[in-house]
């Protein structure tokens, strides 16, 4: 049996911020699988090049920092010039600092802010200039499980997603009636390299497994069919959503 038409992505081309890694690295892979031409993204170009490595297809790299506004219209320019023309963002880049707000600096605030939510806007600005102008393409921001609810430690982090949903339904209402479907999709606990000191963490790692219906930790790949859904024609006319990957934690108490 073969996958319906309306889920057939092969051929077009992905970009996938900070995929030098895990949950980046596993949605770039899932997109390579599915047939895309892929583009790596992170700050390192030795570790993306082992990590280009590590995925069949046709898979390009581009060393670019998404929090800085010239490098990130400079690295589109180029991928969309070596590689051809973007079909498919994922503004995937990100990072976590845990620290209690009083205690929480100003040089942080606005690290965790660049990282997580301006980089989305530079980012989407730039691959939006052109998908606009083309009448069509699909843009997945990766928020959170705390783009709705959050706890102690973690305000700024939350405060990032909960935007970044916000910037999600902000980009659909602008882009929309030029073809470009913008959609967000927030995971759940995950492990991976982000989240090492959690699942380290004996106490909390068992909290998470309690919390969540499914009863585990996610893994980077139970991302992956939300992402290639909502990179598909089948998602045409979804648009401004967040759908949540967090074996169903987000929806109990
Ligand atoms: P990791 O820390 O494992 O990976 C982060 C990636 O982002 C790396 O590839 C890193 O590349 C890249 N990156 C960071 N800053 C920049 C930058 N300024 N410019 C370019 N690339 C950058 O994180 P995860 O895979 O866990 O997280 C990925 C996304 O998923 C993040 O947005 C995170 O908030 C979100 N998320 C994660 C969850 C989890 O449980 N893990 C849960 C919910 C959301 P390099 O250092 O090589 O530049």
């Known amino acids: 049996m073969t996958a319906h038409p309306l889920f057939d ?23 390579a699988e599915a047939g ?41 320019a180029d991928v969309e010039e070596r590689v051809g023309p973007l079909d498919i ?77 916000m910037l999600t339904k902000g980009m659909c209402a602008d882009w929309g009636p030029s073809g470009v479907q913008v959609n967000g999709l927030g995971p759940g606990y995950i492990e991976t390299e982000l989240t090492r000191p959690l699942v380290e963490d004996a106490e909390f790692s068992a909290w998470v497994r309690r919390r969540t219906p499914a009863g585990r930790w996610g893994r980077t790949e139970d991302l992956v069919g939300g992402v290639l859904f909502l990179a598909s024609p089948a998602a045409d006319f979804v648009s401004g959503q967040v759908l949540y990957v967090d074996g169903g934690m987000t929806s109990v108490l």
């Open 36 to 76: 895309c031409t892929v583009v790596l993204n992170g700050r390192n170009a030795r570790r993306l090049a082992e990590a280009a490595g590590e995925l069949l297809g046709d898979v390009h790299t581009a060393v670019f920092d998404v929090t800085d506004g010239p490098s990130v219209a400079a690295g589109i």
């Open 9 to 31: 992505i092969s051929g077009r081309t992905a970009l996938v911020t900070g995929s030098s890694r895990g949950i980046g690295l596993a949605l770039a892979r899932g997109l």
């Open 89 to 165: 963002l994922v503004n995937n880049a990100g990072m976590q600092l845990r620290a209690p707000l009083l205690e929480f600096g100003d040089a942080d605030w606005h690290r965790i802010l660049d990282t997580n939510l301006t980089s989305a806007f530079l980012v989407g600005r730039e691959a939006a200039r052109r998908m606009t102008e083309r009448g069509h393409g699909k843009i997945v921001n990766i928020c959170s499980l705390q783009s709705e609810v959050v706890r102690p430690g973690i305000a700024p982090y939350a405060a990032t997603k909960g935007a970044l949903k």
